[in-house]
């Protein structure tokens, strides 16, 4: 290792382990200051004079690309579908259901390929519509035909993390980002889709002046300061405190986290004020009495987990070794002739010279899928496992209810659901298929499913004593039944 890779090295191992530290504490609302970027002066990947002024309101990828054209050409790969063995992708063809849907193809539907995530979200939106995820250019319209929002209701906070909306948080708060972010939250979800207009873009995560990375995010400045906070870290600036190697997987952190709407405000909010960890995380729901739904099945207060990669990426080896989002899938390669950022962001499995011969480069790329597919199998077989002892427990508390027993004696049963299934989803919903963290992949599902039969157990044996303290969180209603569709007209005479 020469001198100057030893220095990198050394400095990025530093600044990991600023990032690692499990923490506690309590959010406040972002501030205008944190928005304001470190100054880190980057090379553009090419010497030619600026082609366009970018400014704040540049929210059109295509205008950077002017200016970024090899980037730019990388980016627009991202609606390429390919499957790995455990994970991407693949088109199937879509007749359109109407002007608003422009979709021609669509990925396959995750709820039918495996009818158990219907019974462990009956009553959720997710129960009616799940497909696998596709890449950063479907996000937005992908959100805005998804049965999940044209059948159900939800709040503008949705948008946070499927479109390009920093613009949009600018002018809705008149130049306050954070009072937009507030409005955005607050807004249906038919108004607030309005006001974007692209999916993730360039300045969503780049001072346009600079270059420089940034988090325009004010959900993730809150969660990453009450983070902090726990570590005796007050008032955590990350645009001012971040370092470089912090903010290659802060920018990604922004959208690829767990997190819920909070209050009758809907905002956005990243439950991180007690740590990372699920259990942690599992904390601060039980203590905010929060459920996401009442499961229609059980009766259980439910939680969904939604894409915790960041979190769970913290808890995992690359992490300690400060091996970030962009090292892996954003790395650096030879793109016509120049040394540029891979913005395709896309699996590594898919580019495994580039993204993992960096740091593993005495082995072969046979060798390195071998070792991915190998984690990613067998944290399949135990997300299985956990999945059936969960779908398990949600028949017998189902049972149990339609033979008399009471909600007093079934609080037991539905919070272990409650717990087993959220350590279930979180691994299920997090797009690594364990990889991120293996151990901690493992852990959380080897738990899930003991919390799982130790619910059955309860069931049958009065005197057992779970291994966790039950909490008792109340259920929420159930959703209104979705409006009956209007009967034909009367034909004309």
Not at 41 to 57: D, F, G, M
Not at 134 to 147: E, P, S, W
Not at 215 to 238: H, L, N, Q
Request: proline share 7%.
């Amino acid at each position: 290792m020469n001198l100057t890779t030893r220095s990198r090295v050394l400095a990025a191992a530093a600044a990991a382990l600023t990032i690692l530290a499990a923490t506690t504490g309590s959010a406040a609302p972002a501030t205008k200051a944190q928005l304001a970027p470190v100054k880190r002066p980057v090379v553009k990947s090419s010497p030619a004079a600026p082609k366009v002024e970018l400014t704040e309101e540049t929210d059109d990828p295509a205008v950077w690309g002017r200016e970024y054209p090899a980037e730019y050409e990388t980016y627009l790969k991202t609606t390429d579908m390919v499957r790995t063995r455990y994970g991407g992708s693949e088109a199937f063809p879509w007749k359109s259901t109407g002007a608003d849907d422009p979709r021609t193809t669509v990925t396959q539907s995750k709820i039918d390929d495996d009818p158990r995530l219907k019974a462990i979200w009956a009553g959720y939106a997710f129960s009616i519509d799940f497909r696998e995820e596709r890449g950063h250019a479907y996000m937005l319209v992908d959100q805005r035909t998804t049965k999940r929002v044209t059948e159900r209701k939800q709040p503008g906070a949705c948008l946070n993390c499927h479109a390009s909306i920093w613009v949009a948080f600018r002018k809705a708060g008149d130049g306050d980002v954070v009072k937009g972010f507030e409005k955005l939250n607050a807004l249906p979800y038919g108004e607030a889709t309005k006001l974007v207009n692209h999916p993730v873009s360039c300045i969503d995560c780049h001072d346009p002046a600079t270059m420089a990375l940034r988090v325009t995010r004010p959900a993730f400045m809150e969660g990453i300061r009450a983070w902090k906070a726990s570590r005796g870290i007050a008032g955590y600036d990350v645009n001012k405190q971040a370092s470089q190697a912090e903010l290659r997987a802060f920018v990604c952190g922004q959208c690829h986290v767990e997190y819920y709407f909070k209050g009758p405000e809907k905002r956005l909010t990243f439950p991180w004020s007690k740590g990372l960890q699920v259990e942690q995380i599992t904390a601060y729901y039980d203590e905010a009495k929060f459920a996401d739904w009442r499961h229609a099945k059980s009766g259980a207060p439910a939680l969904k987990a939604q894409h915790p990669e960041f979190e769970l990426w913290n808890q995992g080896i690359h992490a300690r070794s400060a091996v970030t989002c962009v090292d892996c899938h954003m790395p650096e390669i030879t793109f016509k002739g120049q040394r540029i950022t891979d913005h395709q962001v896309n699996s590594p499995v898919l580019k495994l010279e580039a993204a993992c011969g960096k740091c593993h480069a005495k082995w072969p790329a046979t060798e390195l899928k071998a070792r991915v597919e190998q984690i990613q199998g067998r944290t399949t077989e135990l997300r299985d496992a956990a999945m059936n002892a969960v779908v398990a427990l949600i028949a017998d508390v189902e049972k149990a209810a339609a033979a008399g027993r009471t909600d007093a004696e079934l609080v037991a049963p539905r919070y272990l659901q409650r717990r087993a299934q959220f350590m279930t989803d979180f691994v299920e919903a997090e797009n690594s298929v364990g990889f991120h963290a293996p151990q901690e992949a493992a852990r959380i599902l080897g738990l899930a499913a003991d919390l799982a039969r130790q619910g059955q157990l309860v069931l049958r044996d009065a005197t057992f004593k779970p291994s966790v303290p039950v909490v008792d969180v109340p259920a929420p209603p159930p959703p209104p039944a979705p409006a009956a569709a209007a009967p034909p007209a009367a034909p004309v005479k």
